[in-house]
């Protein structure tokens, strides 16, 4: 709980974040990533929603969703 990451949010520029939140998280609901990822100014960052997704999403939708996330992720930031 007293870790310290080498670079501050704020000065975080190496590069592009993708969260991908599945909507049912109630383990790490968004509400708690928001004030850390709030916080990243120099690097881009796309949030996207897994539509019924659980915690690990293992549900036929959200896991259709996070496989299309990250390969357009890595298509739009090569």
């Known amino acids: ?3 310290e990451p080498e670079i501050s949010p704020e000065d975080f520029d190496i590069c ?3 969260l991908t939140q599945p909507e049912k ?26 539509q019924d997704g659980s915690h690990y999403p293992v549900e036929e ?3 259709k969703q996070l496989h299309e996330n990250i390969l357009n992720f ?5």
């Open 1 to 3: 709980m007293q870790y």
């Open 25 to 50: 998280d109630k383990w790490t609901p968004l509400c708690l990533s928001k004030p850390f990822l709030d916080r990243i100014k120099k690097a881009d960052m796309k949030i996207s929603i897994l």
């Open 16 to 18: 592009p974040i993708l």
């Open 61 to 63: 939708t959200a896991l």
């Open 74 to 78: 890595i298509d739009e930031n090569l």
